[in-house]
């Protein structure tokens, strides 16, 4: 059964997090730290200071509650997912899923775009905001892919797309080898390659791979954290908002191009999801179901869309070797939120791709 759904967020719940945040126990910081030692104090303070005084989150909630939302349950779990239907009743409709620590939320600036051509599915994956937390292991790409074909099947749609980033780029992958007869194609912004000797490259896609193999060897201590130990740090996570806020604001601030960064306010409308859902430990488990380095074969045509401040950039010649690229292409502004970042150009890459699989 599908049900509508409206976010409202208890007035307890907003207090009480007004009411932490005034209370924080704030460490001291060495002299000119910079960020040497991590997010410096200053910035974070800043923050901190405009969550609890300045950010409204009833005007946000209010912005998110004019997109049509939905609960449904799967396998198990509460899946929540926003449905845009577009004004073109044989559009196809396009399947949008987010990574870590994103949400549905990454997707706002291209619902309007995007929604001219196509049917908008934007669901949130499970053990993350209104679709966690998840109450048993196993919930990796694979199974949310599985998942996503079952929401879609309800739906009605018998042909769609799918597009991600970060997480969300693994489980589109998955999701056209879970239903490659339904599956037009996949669209990705986001894709690491690894080495391989038999591929001979150019000077700037070794550069490129150096930058992969450098990210390899030194795993961020987040992407450690999460994978071997969710739990520990979910306890920590969950019970300070600033140390939410700061786990997720170095990310956007380490991720993103310094040309368009995202905004304060919508950072911490994300930031806001995974507080009052209380979902960091069930989100951070995704890190440690999905086993490092893992793959999905996508037996669909994949487009790709590489962004220069990205974590990485994807190397074609070694894309090439596993997918069936279809659709390549390169930008020099945007990071690794895309979607948030440079809206335009996500979506009209997107709209490219796919009116050619329609």
């Not at 901190?48 to 049509?68: K, S």
């Not at 769609?160 to 693994?170: S, W």
Request: glycine residues 8%; aromatic residues 10%.
């Amino acid at each position: 059964m599908i049900k509508p759904f409206r976010i409202d967020i208890p007035q307890a719940d907003l207090d009480d997090l007004t009411d932490r945040l005034s209370r924080t126990r704030w460490p001291n910081e060495v002299a000119d730290a910079g960020w040497d030692y991590g997010f410096p104090l200053a910035r974070l303070k800043e923050l901190a200071e405009h969550w609890r005084t300045g950010y409204d989150w009833r005007a946000h909630e209010a912005e998110l509650n004019r997109l049509p939302h939905f609960t449904t349950e799967i396998d198990g779990q509460n899946i929540h997912f926003v449905h845009v239907r577009s004004v073109k009743p044989d559009a196809l409709a396009l399947i949008l899923t987010h990574g870590w620590p994103g949400s549905f939320l990454e997707f706002l600036d291209v619902v309007e775009p995007l929604s001219r051509d196509f049917h908008l599915v934007i669901p949130s994956i499970p053990g993350f905001g209104f679709s966690g937390p998840t109450h048993e292991r196993g919930w990796d790409t694979l199974r949310i892919a599985r998942a996503w074909a079952e929401l879609m099947r309800r739906l009605g749609y018998e042909r769609y797309g799918a597009q991600g980033g970060d997480f969300g780029a693994g489980i589109s992958i998955a999701l056209g080898a879970v239903a490659p007869e339904r599956v037009t194609g996949v669209h990705i912004n986001y894709l690491p390659t690894r080495p391989d000797p038999d591929v001979k490259l150019s000077e700037a896609d070794e550069a490129r791979l150096e930058k992969v193999r450098r990210l390899m060897a030194n795993r961020p201590p987040y992407q450690a954290l999460q994978a071997l130990t969710p739990q520990t740090i979910g306890y920590a996570l969950t019970d300070s908002p600033v140390g939410q806020l700061v786990w997720i604001a170095e990310r956007f601030a380490q991720w993103t191009d310094p040309a368009t960064p995202v905004g304060d306010d919508r950072m911490l409308t994300d930031v806001s999801l995974y507080w009052l859902t209380a979902t960091a430990a069930s989100s951070a488990r995704l890190h440690h179901d999905v086993p490092r380095g893992s793959r999905q074969p996508c037996p669909v045509p994949l487009g790709v869309a590489v962004f220069a401040h990205d974590i990485t950039q994807s190397v074609r010649p070694l894309a090439e070797r596993l997918y069936d690229i279809r659709h390549w292409s390169e930008f020099e502004r945007g990071g690794h939120f895309a979607a948030m970042e440079v809206p335009e150009l996500l979506a009209e890459d997107v709209r490219t791709f796919f009116l050619g699989r329609a």
